[in-house]
Structure formats: C-alpha cells, structure tokens
C-alpha cells in the first residue's frame, strides 16, 4: 500500500499565522498524503475545527486573535467523547510553556524550527494512539452498559492501605458516592446495621486464609430502596500469609426476595420508582369508582395528575443518572406526603398520578391537595445539588367528572395543561369548558407543526439605541407568528408549545439565519456598526448541535461574528452555572457576544457572574417601570455599579418616557430599548426607521 493511500482519509488542520510555515506544513504532508486544512489564527482555527472535525491538529502557541492555548481549551469545552489530537508548534522550551500546553489541553508538542523527518513519526504515532483510546473508550462504554444492565460492579479492596477502588457500578450498588481509594468501612457504611456481622465475618476469614469469599447483605439507599446484594471475591497473600488484597465482584440480586412473582410485579409496577405503573392505576381507579358506586359513598375522592414544569431542561442538565435520582426521590417523597389509604402511581417519564381517597368535603379535599403540592414544592437535594422544581396539578373528582378510569383521568389530564399553561406552579380543578380550550391548543399545536413550511413564522426587530446620542445601535430578534386564519398569534401562546414539542430548536435555527441575513444587509446598506440579539431559549441551549448550528450560518455570511449577540436568561445561566459556563465559553470562542437578559428576576450569584464570559446585563423591564420609586432606583442603581465594577455593558429594557432617559443617561447606562424608541417591527419597517434616525 502507498504512502498517497495510506493516508487519504486522514485530514489534517494547520494553525500557524506564519504563512511560510503554514505552506511548508501543508506542502509536506500534502506529499505525505494527508489532507490539509489551514487558519492563520487561533479563532479561525476553532471554527475550522467545528467545520471540518480533522483527525489531528498542529497548533503554533504565540498566535494574534487567539493563541494556541485558548484554542485548545476552546477545542476540549466543545468536544464530547473522542479527543481529537492535538500537536502544538513552538520556539518555547521552558517547562513552564510546556506545562502550560498540556494544562490546556494538548496531547503533545514539537519545538521549531521543526525537525521535518521526525513530525512525520509523531503524526503516525498521534493518530494511532488516538485510534487506540477510541477502541478502549468504546470498549469500556460497552463494558460498563453490560456491568448496569446485569446489576454487577467489580471493586478490590488493599488491605495493606485499607482502600477500596472499583467501578462505578459497585459504588452505586453499594449506596456509596464513588471515589478512589475509599477506607472499607466507608465503602460498606450502607450495609444494613443487621447484616454488618456477617460482612465482617467474610472479612476476617479472608484475613485467616480463607481464600474464597461469598456474602450476601442488604444495603439501605439514601432513597430509601433496600438492596439486596451478593458478594464474590477471592483473597490474595503475601509469602508470609498476611492479605493483600481482596479482588471481586458485587450483585443486585434483589429481586429473588420479592415476596411476589415477578412477572406479577413487573406487570404492575414501574421499575425505577418502585411505583404502581398505569396500567395497574387504571384497574386501581375503575375498582374504587366501581366500590364507591355500589356502596353508595358519599365522601369525595379525586385523581390528581402531575408533573415537574420544564423537565426536560432539567434532565438534560442533570444527565441521566441524576434525572432519574430526582424522580425516585419524588417518588419516595410522594409515598410519604400521602396518606396511608391513598394511592400513587408513576404514569410515565415524569408523569405521576395519586388517588386520595373519601374526603368529607370540597374544603377538605382542597387542604390535601395543598399540603401534597406545598410538601412537594421543598427543595429536592441531588447529589450535592440543591434543586428547586415546581410542579402543574390537575385534578378530577370521581364520579362527578367521568364515571369511568379513562374518563376521569382525561380529564384530569386537561386540568393539568390548563395550570401548565398558566404558568405552571399551581394546580387546577377540571371545569366542562376545559375541553374547549384543549382542542383550540391541540388544533394550534398542529398548525405549528406547519408554520415554518408555508412561511408563517416572521422576525421582528425592536430598535435599540445608544444611550448617550440616542442613535440606533443595533435591534433585538424578536419572534412572531402570523396565523393565516387567526393573524399574529401572541409568542406567550405559542413559545410554551414550541418549547414543550421541541419545535423551539428548528423555530430557534430560523430566527439565527433570518436575523444575521437581515443585519448583513443593513451592514452592506452603510449601517456597519449595528448590532443583533437574538435571544436562546432553555431548550436550544441544552441542544448539543448549538454552536454547529452558530459556526455553520456565520460561515456563510460577511457579517463579523462581534455584531451578533446572543442572550440567555439569568435563571437558565444559573440553571446549572458550571456546565453552562463552558457552554457559554464555546460559544464566545467563535467571536459572538453574550448577554444576561432579564437581569435581576433570578437567582444569580455575584461569584458565578463574574465567572461568566458575559458581555453585557440587560435590566429587566419590571425595574424600569418601578423607576420613579426610591425602590425602583435602588435596584436599578445596584445593577449599574455592579455592571461597571464588571466592565459589562448595560441595556435598559422597558424605556418609555423622557425621565427614564434622562434618569439612566445620569447613571451612565449605555443602550436603550423600549417603545419610547420604536415597537418591535418588521425588516422593511426598520429599515426605514434606520433611513429616518440614523443620519
């Protein structure tokens, strides 16, 4: 096989802003049969790598825009799974640069002026340990999916330095964090108090001679859960007999002590939570509505069905493993907030059901339902996350809203999208006309579905000016949807169902193109200092595929990434503040701008904020109306120093009237929006406006 084909598939980025360099690299590998890819800069190179994904970077250090290492920790916030190798090229070769390199993130380094017979070796061994770690990761990936799905870890305890290391599996069996080099009474804590002597018996005969081990214990979990586990190990020593090591594995064998079948149980019971599923709560219902029917009851007895507002958001930035410790742990939460005689059920993902049962009164059936909704409304503790979550209610009352299962819990579920829909947070009672307003939401979830192909759905752009000579500065990307039948349909409508459907990150997509597209035009009309924001919602920010979607639409436009600025709300900043601000890294490493919208109405803190690669606070709306107060000015006063202590720009949203103006003009605010300056308005309006206020 020739060098020419061993090599074609392999693509090479070059990152060099010497071009003598960069050609002679390119040149030489090009000969070598490697496909070459260039960037004179740091920046240039991030977004050639979010372009092309090359197998190998060669990166030079001392670069303009962005050095090497920037790049590189920019190159590792944005890559998942594979690390793509990278190679850094410089005159440096003091330990201190070194160590700064591979701090950063690189895999290696090569000092100039390069020694050409010797790169080529480093390549081929680069790229095949590269191939090498994928087939390790992939392997243990498969590994750890059969280590979970059989129930199994495997962990071995040195007894010379009492620590034990092992899968994670393991640890989670054993209702332990995982850790490296954990003492053995911390790795066995969970151990039920009853099954103690026995593990510590297999303990002792192991430090006899006993070479085999086998135990089996029950562990209680911090979600209440007891596990019962099966122990193997085998015993090593050294030539005076004294134990090394114990090596073996751990099993949830729990289910061989369930008292029930277990086909029986697994038929009627959800198996994450332990919960009745909904096919057993359906059989459940019909037989109390049955009971109570044929027994003439009077009390009241009602279905509530639940569910946690905008889980999605919070799953993905809990990642699997923590989403599902928050629905156990609701669910152990919920077995305790209800009465014995009550009866709760999982429906599906986060969907829950209750049945409480012969209520006295309306009045004392709306006392449970608010010490249900307030005992779940406490803060959740998750790993060593603190979690705030809110749910939406709905609930029917038997007999009196559907005599049969199917029935009542329908319209329970209508009651529940009535309190989603206001909000959320809050739980609703079913009403007849709930119906009517359901089917109006469904028929306009489905024209939805719909608007983007027949050209529906149209970007508005609200003026934003500069403070000081109240000239246009640039314009906010604001969404609307214009209904063929209906006309403009208000985004308080239709971004919940977006949101809830997921057609937020298409709609999301739409409004990055068609606002870069428009600014690009004005840009080329003469007006070349305005700027764009366009806002990101929760979902289009948990999407992986964001800065790709970003990258792609600059890439084909002239429009300098600096004019765009995106913004994202304070309480989904602060969401999950250590995950987003490597999110919000990458995507200043493409050159874009980054906002706080709505800043003030959150949780944030000033410890994280200053963490946050932000380059501007924008002040909600609510403060400014309050503005003529000594409250009002307080709050506003605050964010404006905070702001400048920061060195971040300010926007003042909400601007009506001149003493808004002249108030904030006093305080050094820098840039205004609000109806005082013009309403959100289509592309060919701005542009007149931009022809009438911009001379």
Not at 56 to 77: E, K, W
Not at 198 to 221: C, K, P, Y
Not at 654 to 662: L, M, N, R
Request: proline share 2%; net charge negative; hydrophobic share 40%.
């Amino acid at each position: 096989m020739s060098s020419l084909q061993s090599h074609s598939a392999v693509k090479i980025l070059v990152i060099d802003d010497d071009m003598v360099t960069r050609l002679t690299l390119t040149k030489i590998l090009q000969k070598t049969g490697y496909q070459v890819i260039q960037a004179e800069n740091g920046q240039l190179g991030f977004s050639r790598f979010c372009e092309e994904k090359p197998a190998l970077i060669l990166m030079d250090v001392m670069m303009p825009v962005m050095d090497g290492y920037a790049a590189t920790q920019a190159i590792r916030n944005y890559e998942t799974g594979q690390a793509t190798p990278i190679i850094m090229l410089t005159a440096l070769e003091d330990m201190e640069s070194i160590d700064h390199a591979f701090n950063a993130g690189a895999t290696d380094f090569i000092t100039k002026p390069i020694n050409w017979g010797l790169l080529g070796q480093r390549l081929k061994y680069a790229l095949k340990a590269s191939k090498t770690e994928e087939e390790l990761r992939s392997s243990q990936v498969h590994l750890n999916y059969a280590l979970r799905l059989a129930k199994l870890g495997y962990w071995e305890w040195d007894a010379t330095k009492d620590s034990v290391n092992g899968s994670n599996s393991a640890f989670e069996l054993m209702g332990v964090p995982a850790q490296e080099d954990m003492p053995i009474d911390m790795f066995i804590s969970k151990v039920a108090p009853k099954d103690m002597p026995l593990l510590q018996q297999a303990i002792s005969d192991a430090q006899r001679g006993e070479s085999h081990v086998q135990v089996s214990f029950r562990v209680m979990h911090p979600n209440q859960n007891l596990l019962h586990i099966d122990c193997l190990g085998d015993a090593s020593y050294d030539k005076e007999g004294k134990l090394i090591k114990i090596t073996g594995s751990a099993q949830d064998i729990s289910r061989l002590h369930k008292a029930e079948s277990i086909i029986d149980y697994q038929a009627n019971h959800d198996s994450l939570t332990d919960l009745a599923n909904r096919s057993y709560f359906n059989k459940y219902l019909q037989n109390l509505i049955e009971s109570n029917a044929s027994a003439q009851i009077s009390a009241l007895s009602a279905t509530i069905v639940l569910d946690i507002d905008r889980f999605k958001i919070i799953n993905d930035n809990l990642g699997q493993n923590n989403g599902d410790l928050l629905l156990m742990t609701l669910a152990n939460r919920l077995k305790k907030v209800t009465r014995e005689d009550d009866f709760v059920a999982r429906l599906g993902s986060d969907e829950f059901a209750i049945v409480i049962k012969h209520a006295h009164s309306l009045a004392e059936l709306n006392l449970s339902l608010n010490r249900i909704f307030n005992d779940l409304s406490r803060p959740y503790l998750i790993g060593d996350q603190e979690l705030f979550i809110t749910f939406s209610f709905g609930v029917a009352i038997v007999h009196q809203d559907g005599k049969t299962a199917n029935h009542l819990l329908a319209n329970a579920n209508v009651a529940r999208a009535q309190a989603k829909a206001l909000g959320g947070n809050q739980f609703a009672l079913y009403q007849k006309d709930m119906n009517q307003q359901a089917k109006s939401q469904l028929l306009l979830e489905n024209d939805l579905y719909k608007a983007l192909e027949r050209n529906e759905i149209e970007v508005y752009f609200q003026p934003q000016v500069d403070a000081k000579t109240l000239k246009p500065y640039g314009a906010e990307a604001l969404v609307r949807w214009n209904h063929a039948k209906q006309g403009l349909i208000s985004p308080v409508q239709f971004i919940p169902i977006a949101e809830s459907t997921g057609l937020i990150i298409e709609i999301g997509q739409f409004i990055i193109r068609k606002a870069v597209e428009e600014t690009e035009k004005w840009h080329k009309m003469g007006y070349d200092h305005l700027h764009i924001g366009i806002n990101l919602s929760g979902r289009q920010f948990a999407n992986d595929n964001l800065m790709d979607v970003i990258q792609n639409v600059l890439s084909h436009s002239t429009l300098p990434a600096k004019f765009l600025d995106f913004e994202i709300t304070e309480s989904l900043a602060m969401s999950n503040a250590d995950h987003n601000i490597s999110v919000l890294k990458g995507l200043k490493a493409l050159g874009v701008s980054l906002s706080i919208d709505d800043f003030g109405t959150g949780y944030s803190s000033l410890a994280y904020l200053h963490s946050f690669p932000i380059d501007t606070i924008k002040i909600d709306r609510s403060f400014i109306i309050n503005l003529e107060t000594t409250q009002g000015q307080a709050i506003v006063n605050t964010i404006l120093a905070m702001a400048n202590s920061l060195g971040l720009e300010v926007v003042a949203e909400g601007i009506e009237d001149d003493f808004h103006v002249s108030y904030l003009q006093s305080r050094n605010c820098d840039i205004f929006q609000g109806f005082k300056f013009g309403k959100p308005m289509t592309s060919t309006d701005f542009t007149r406006y931009l022809a009438e206020n911009a001379k």
